[in-house]
């Protein structure tokens, strides 16, 4: 093939005469050029390194330091009280330096020693001030001292701090008082649990604090002393990696385009967009640009992995894999792999130039090899299956050289022949058709071991499908953001719909992987096993995507109540109705406020909120019902502060159950807890950059958000995303195997409950009032 031939950088052949040696120039500059830009990237880390090295300081401010002391030195006076002159005394007799020399190198000496002791000065301060997190708790208007010095925050960090910045400053995640957490933890069933039952887990709590739990909570203390964050590398293990059944429903999640628009409907023309603006993000983190989103300093650890990662199949647990680098991307169409080389001579492609390559894949008749087209159901599948045909016939040779480019590569493509979104004459199934198609597609044709995959459609309509281990949903939700506001607002497209830019059409087609996949029975084969598996789940899942347009965060905000907990108590609300009982219900919440934080769960299901939900059922009056709301929202604000800060429940009783299981002893209470099913699981897709958006200019441009699978086979789970001031998206899913759940009835439930939660808010107007509104009118 002609990219083989380029590929070679020089020939010889042995002759007679001697040796024939013969250059190839194109390749050896792309050589050359691809080194330049390697070397580039290591001096920025270099230069990065230096510079998160001396935060909350600058690496000029040494020079600033030197001077200050050469000057008062020249003033004859002495800052250091002495020390310069015990320096020079202690310099080496081999320095052949004069005594003016020998000053000189004293004062930059002792220079550099106070400006380190000033960096590790402002660095403890700085870390002192954002350990503080009482303001979370403080009302508006209401500000103590105390909170009014803690916004010198923002005086110690005005110069603009780069991604990993404040990294080092963040505090480290406290171990909760074992009492604290068993108390907390009592509250949180007392409403689901009968009167004996509730005893029963009473005395089991106490017997765990005064027997078994002191013990576990000393060795917990002992690993928050030694570890970054005592609880994210046992979650990411535990929870994600040691997981033996598939990951594909169960784990992973999904993100959705524009809910109205479709930048363009070339399907070529999308992806060279979005691959762009991709790697454009990319090169932010690359460089450590701190994104934008808020302006608390949050823990970034989760952007390190976020491109160049796989997670490979193990058999007792996975592994994830990160290179430093990546200059391709793999794309997967009917049935084929092909690599995409994105960099050219250390260029990055234009938009124009990789919608050009994506259509020679579109355009290529070749039909896919034996065994080729469903090779991704190996991701799909159980992973011990996966683990062992891995090493079987993925260990050596071509099929290693080719499952390499697809771990290796920067992420994944789909091309889907299929036309998805909001469209035609049935909208809402077409909706949730959509939420299906980028939770598990065809079981075969996404790799849902990278990092991430993104889809794009035969119609223009895109989306991702994201691997859970390596980040939380925030972390991807923000790289999405990004990617569709700069697909649409900065990158653009012609008239006719095309990508802008230039076309260089020397470039090498895109090179086509080749498999040697051994031809065995077909119900027997482990990609067919593996399909079997992934296809029955794929069928079990039901999806509901509806966007609530009657009111928003607008309308909630002006009640002056938080649109969190407002949507929290229409959940609770709703699943009462739906199923005649509360529930455990999970609301994810995150910890990033400490270094290497994930998430933490508020259980929403509160004693106030449950007297809430009853006061609505019996009918009982507004006043009172709008007296319980208040107290049900509060707490709910309450609860989620405290899982913000580092006092939840749930990830310190899974460290001591971790614990417990090290130390080979068993707890009843730990055991009984950590079985408990969350038959409601809840999670806010968060809009971090609404400066990207221009909402007034281009109302149309809203983001569906995006949803995962149920947690139970006997529960609900609920994404929701908050968009400008009058629409909150909601994705609900469950599975068919349990009769007692249907997502289309539970979303009609919760557009029910969000309406009757606003009327009973809102106070009836009188007479007077409503021949007022009349008049105006």
């Not at 083989?4 to 020089?10: E, N, R, W, Y």
């Not at 030197?66 to 005394?89: C, F, W």
């Not at 660095?123 to 500000?143: A, T």
């Not at 809430?612 to 507004?622: D, E, T, W, Y």
Request: glycine share 6%; hydrophobic share 40%; proline share 5%.
């Amino acid at each position: 093939m002609a990219e083989a031939h380029q590929a070679v950088a020089f020939q010889f052949t042995i002759t007679p005469e001697g040796i024939d040696l013969r250059l190839s120039y194109q390749a050896l500059t792309q050589i050359y050029l691809s080194g330049l830009r390697s070397w580039k990237k290591r001096i920025s880390r270099m230069r990065n390194r230096v510079i998160k090295g001396v935060y909350p300081a600058s690496p000029s401010s040494w020079l600033f330091v030197v001077i200050a002391i050469l000057a008062t030195m020249y003033m004859r006076s002495d800052p250091s009280m002495g020390l310069i002159a015990k320096i020079q005394e202690h310099l080496p007799v081999s320095l052949s330096l004069s005594v003016q020399g020998q000053t000189m190198l004293s004062v930059l000496v002792f220079s550099t020693l106070l400006w380190l002791s000033l960096i590790l000065t402002l660095r403890f301060c700085l870390k002192l001030l954002l350990s503080y997190h009482r303001w979370m708790f403080e009302q508006h208007g209401h500000i103590s001292t105390t909170t009014k010095v803690w916004t010198l925050v923002r005086l110690l960090s005005g110069r603009k701090p780069l991604l990993y910045s404040y990294q080092t400053s963040l505090p480290c995640l406290p171990v909760p008082p074992i009492k604290d957490t068993l108390e907390r933890y009592l509250e949180s069933v007392r409403p689901l649990l009968s009167g004996p039952g509730f005893q029963r887990m009473t005395v089991l709590a106490a017997q765990f604090e005064n027997s078994l739990g002191n013990r576990l909570q000393r060795y917990l203390k002992l690993k928050a002393l030694w570890a970054t964050n005592y609880v994210s590398d046992w979650w990411e293990e535990y929870i994600y990696l040691r997981g033996r059944g598939p990951i594909m429903v169960n784990s992973n999640y999904y993100g959705m385009d524009f809910l109205y628009v479709t930048p363009t409907p070339i399907q070529a023309a999308r992806a060279g967009n979005t691959i762009t603006a991709l790697l454009l993000y990319r090169r932010k983190v690359n460089s450590e640009h701190r994104v934008p989103g808020t302006v608390i300093p949050l823990c970034a650890a989760q952007c390190e992995r976020m491109f160049n990662t796989t997670r490979t199949p193990g058999e007792e647990t996975d592994v994830l894999q990160h290179w430093q680098d990546s200059e391709f991307v793999t794309v997967y169409h009917r049935g084929r792999y092909f690599r995409l080389w994105v960099y050219k001579a250390g260029r990055l492609l234009s938009p124009r130039e990789i919608e050009y390559q994506i259509q020679r894949i579109l355009d290529d008749p070749s039909p896919p090899g034996p065994g080729e087209d469903r090779l991704g159901a190996l991701t799909a599948g159980n992973r011990v299956p996966w683990c062992a045909v891995r090493k079987q016939y993925f260990s050596s040779g071509v099929n290693k050289r080719s499952l390499d480019c697809i771990e290796r590569a920067a992420f994944f493509v789909t091309l889907d022949d299929e036309e998805q979104g909001m469209m035609g004459e049935d909208p809402v199934g077409n909706l949730d058709r959509y939420a299906k198609s980028l939770l598990h597609g065809k079981c075969y044709d996404r790799w849902f071991d990278k990092s991430f995959s993104v889809v794009v459609y035969k119609n223009g309509k895109n989306g991702l499908n994201a691997e859970h281990s390596w980040a939380d949903a925030p972390t991807v939700a923000h790289l999405w953001e990004f990617t569709l506001a700069t697909d649409a607002f900065q990158l653009g497209y012609t008239e006719d719909g095309h990508c802008k830019g230039e076309v260089e059409h020397s470039l090498p087609p895109p090179q086509r992987l080749t498999w040697d996949i051994p031809v065995e029975t077909e119900p027997c084969s482990p990609v067919s096993i593996s399909l079997s598996v992934a296809q029955a789940l794929a069928d079990d899942v039901d999806c509901h995507v509806f966007p609530f347009r009657d009111f928003g965060k607008g309308r909630i905000k002006k009640l002056k109540i938080s649109p969190d907990a407002f949507i929290q108590l229409a959940l609770q609300l709703a699943y009462y109705r739906d199923r005649k009982t509360f529930c455990l219900t999970y609301e994810a919440s995150m910890t990033r406020l400490f270094r290497e934080g994930r998430t933490e769960t508020v259980r929403s299901c509160s004693n106030e909120g449950c007297a809430f939900v009853k006061a609505v059922i019996l009918l009982q009056g507004p006043e009172h019902c709008r007296r319980l709301f208040r107290l049900a929202a509060e707490k709910h604000q309450n609860l989620y502060r405290l899982a913000m800060t580092g006092s939840g429940i749930d990830r310190h009783l899974f460290c001591l159950y971790v614990v417990s299981k090290y130390l080979g002893v068993e707890s009843p209470f730990l055991t009984e807890v950590l079985s408990e099913p969350w038959r409601l699981s809840t999670s806010q897709t968060p809009v971090q950059q609404l400066e990207l958006f221009d909402m007034k200019n281009h109302p149309d441009f809203i983001s569906l958000g995006g949803g995962f699978g149920p947690v139970a086979d006997d529960g609900y789970g609920v994404s929701y995303i908050i968009v400008g001031e009058d629409m909150i998206n909601y994705h609900v899913s469950c599975k068919h195997s349990f009769s007692e759940t249907d997502s289309h009835r539970f979303g009609a439930q919760i557009s029910r409950a969000l309406l009757d939660l606003l009327s009973v808010l809102t106070p009836a107007k009188t007479e007077n009032s409503q021949a007022q509104d009349k008049k105006q009118q």
